[in-house]
């Protein structure tokens, strides 16, 4: 629909003026996206495919590319989701070491796609964006800093993109008296390089993604170590292991592995064998999709996987009554993100390892007190305490009314189709609210939504419209359907989940309502019905222009393109 607020870019003439250019010139616009990670890199690439008369630059805090990838180096950092379906579909690499790829492994992927296909000059580093503010005239006004020499500078674009990820703004645990520790704290996504943890008694606080793989990394080489969590949580073996039907295990069952390390003549013949190749990535990816059934709580998958899961982890904690009733949860399989902990079972179990649920009172200077009134000392805490989910931007981000970081303290974070929001023009996101990351890769996602908006874009630029964003009536209904929806999910059980922002009853605004091909399915195109538009001198159909098309021009193509093409069969 056109919008009731402003129509017109400039100044309107009630007299309509026919545009002297052919139906499908493309106007420049500039755009400009926030981190370097997956999402930022997706993006610059989807671009270059997809559009022309551009600009595009990409401002990211860090030193090097990589978002999360660059950040969490704690030791055992892995994917949890196998490495040759955590890469872009574009540029594949059939040189993954092992099945699930390590953190430095995946970091020095995207520098290597960066490098390789010239990506780089669009990114600039050691940047961040410290507010947005929405102008009628058709762009974004951006103060952004250089945080190399703290200067604050002006910017702008026509499209702000936020590819800042979710997983990305860590946060310290709230308990009192944390920054009273007088040993060495540490947060798991901001890990010293030189931190020395061999023979020192260790405190690891958290269960999730992280802490499963912290524990067994660190516990060999500790005297002690503590590991404190407040909530059981569902530990499965990797993946490949139960795979025993479909594709996925006629394929697996002929790899050449050491554990999880590929043999190099199987890598080789992933290198040699294209065919191959693409026969194993997609087999995995279908078995990786097939987990959704799995997800519906009254499903018989989910009936499967919760016996199969408590016999599994109760065999490797040695049937320890204490640890089974610690660890093994009541709630859902999937409520909590379903993470494989190769060796986190078996190091609890270990001589030199102390599992405490107690809740904690306090820091104190030399460690923690307990509810019991314990006080247990330690050289080092380390906190896996995760992210700040609350989707609130980092900056002031000021739209047609009000700053989105507002918006999102006073409400839940809602988004239409997870990537736009009513009243904030051409603004666009990666992984926003209720988006597919409950299960597969990040890296398809990031794709497809690349795809999405580089469409959306496209768009705009040849057919005179100067801005979009979903009306509040569509992201109602959108929202109307969520919740609906969510009930019937596992994401929405009783346990404590970042899938509902660190919370233990209420709203799932993480993730999409219905499978990943459900979402892909979802963005195969854009519903214009859904949105608001401003246009051009408020003319809808000046794109029309001259009355030419840029398809019979000179560099045009094919001008006869609809009789078929010269050479194809009849």
Known sequence: MVSNMAETSGSTSSVYKVLEQPLGTARHVRIITIGAGASGISMIYTLRTSLINYTHTVYEKNPQVGGTWYENRYPGCKCDIPAHNYQYSWKPNPEWKSFFGSAEEINAYFRRVCEEDDLGKEIKTEHSVVEAKWNEKGIWELKVEDLRNGVVFDDYCHFLLNASGILNNWKWPQIPGLQDFKGELIHSANWPEKYEYSGKKVAVIGNGSSGVQIVPALQPDVSELVH???????????????????????????????????????????????????????????????????????????????????????????????????????????????????????????????????????????????????????????????????????????????????????????????????????????????????????????????????????KCQTEGIVSLSPSHEALDAYSAHIDAFMPRTAWAGTCRSWFKDGRETGPVTVLHPGSRIHWFHMLERFRGEDFEFTYEDGQMFGYLGNGFSTKELAGGGDPTWYLGTLGAEI
């Open 228 to 458: 404190f969590f407040r909530s059981p949580t569902w530990v499965a073996p990797p993946t490949y292991k139960t795979w025993k039907t479909g594709k996925a295990a006629e394929v697996l069952g002929n790899l050449e592995m050491d554990g999880e390390v590929f043999s190099p003549a199987q890598i080789e013949k992933f290198k040699t064998s294209p065919k191959y190749y693409l026969e194993f990535v997609k087999a995995v990816e279908q078995q990786i999709n097939s987990r959704f059934p799995m997800l519906l709580k009254d499903s018989e998958a989910q009936a499967q996987a919760f016996k199969m899961l408590s016999v599994y982890m109760t065999t490797l904690l040695k049937n320890d009554e204490r640890l089974c009733k610690a660890l093994i949860p009541s709630f859902p399989v999937g409520c909590r993100r379903l993470t494989p902990g190769p060796g986190y079972l078996e190091s609890l179990t270990q001589n030199n390892v102390r599992v405490i649920t107690d809740s904690i009172v306090k820091v104190v200077p030399a460690g923690l007190e307990i509810s019991t009134g314990e006080v247990i000392e330690f050289d080092s805490l380390i906190c896996a305490t995760g992210f700040d989910l609350s989707f609130r931007p980092r900056f002031p981000l000021i739209g047609r009314k009000e700053n989105l970081q507002d918006l999102w303290t006073d409400n839940l974070p809602r988004a239409y189709m997870s990537c736009a929001v009513p009243d904030f023009p051409n603004f666009f996101m990666f992984l926003g609210p209720s988006s597919p990351i409950g299960h597969g890769s990040v890296i398809t996602i990031t794709e497809h939504i690349s795809k999405y908006i580089a469409s959306i874009i496209q």
